[in-house]
Structures are given as structure tokens and as C-alpha cells.
């Protein structure tokens, strides 16, 4: 079973960054796709980033210039870096596991809590 929890979300001006959280209890956590979503109200939930085991990373086309995503095996723990913030990324940002590599929200059996980020103007 794989429980997770984000930290790190707050307010921010445009322009200005945060760095989101997500601690992993798992065991064998480095077999796990570790991927961040976000949804903003009255929105979907949209994929915003994800990694394999290694470094290999997956961005949304509209993240990848601004966002970095990485991962810490040794602590299990993910990370979400993100720059250049923008009003539009205002949302709860949640982390997810999976067992292969994905975007689809549908195929990440675990979840974290959510942590709201909001950008001001």
C-alpha cells in the first residue's frame, strides 16, 4: 500500500515560485511512476509532470518550460519546482504513484491529499 502527502503549497505573486512536496510510504517506492496533477476549480484534473525511477521525466507542454519535476529514492520523496508562476496555475496539486508510466490520471492507483497553490495577480 502506498500512502503519500504533499507540503510546500501557499501563496505566491506571479512570477515568484514554490517548491511542492510529496513523501511517499512505501515499500519499493523506486518501482513506482511518480506523477503530479493539478485541479483547479470547476476543472479537470490535468497532469502536470511525472517521473520514472530514474530521471526520466514527462512534462505537460505547457509546464515543461517552467516546472521541474525530481525525485529523492533514498527518502522517498518527490519534488515539483515551479517557476515563473502564473494566475492560471492556481489549483490543488496532488501527487501520484503508479505502476508504469502514464499522464492518465485513471492508471495512478494512489493518492496524495492535495495542497492548494494559488497565484496572485
Known amino acids: 500500500q502506498v500512502q503519500l502527502g504533499e507540503s510546500g503549497g501557499g501563496l505566491v505573486q506571479a512570477g515568484g515560485s514554490l517548491r511542492l512536496s510529496c513523501a511517499a510510504s512505501?515499500?519499493?517506492?523506486?518501482?513506482?511512476?511518480m506523477g503530479w496533477f493539478r485541479q483547479a476549480p470547476g476543472k479537470e484534473r490535468e497532469f502536470v509532470a511525472g517521473?520514472?525511477?530514474?530521471?526520466?521525466?514527462y512534462y505537460a507542454d505547457s509546464m515543461k518550460d517552467r516546472f521541474d519535476i525530481s525525485r529523492d529514492n533514498a527518502k522517498n520523496m518527490v519534488y515539483l519546482q515551479m517557476n515563473s508562476l502564473k494566475p492560471e496555475d492556481t489549483a490543488v496539486y496532488y501527487c501520484?504513484?503508479?505502476?508504469?508510466?502514464?499522464?492518465?490520471?485513471?492508471?495512478?492507483?494512489?493518492w496524495g491529499q492535495g495542497t492548494q497553490v494559488t497565484v496572485s495577480s
Open positions: 517521473i520514472w525511477r530514474g530521471d526520466a521525466s
Open positions: 512505501a515499500r519499493a517506492f523506486t518501482n513506482y511512476f
Open positions: 501520484a504513484a503508479s505502476p508504469h508510466a502514464t499522464t492518465r490520471a485513471t492508471e495512478f492507483f494512489a
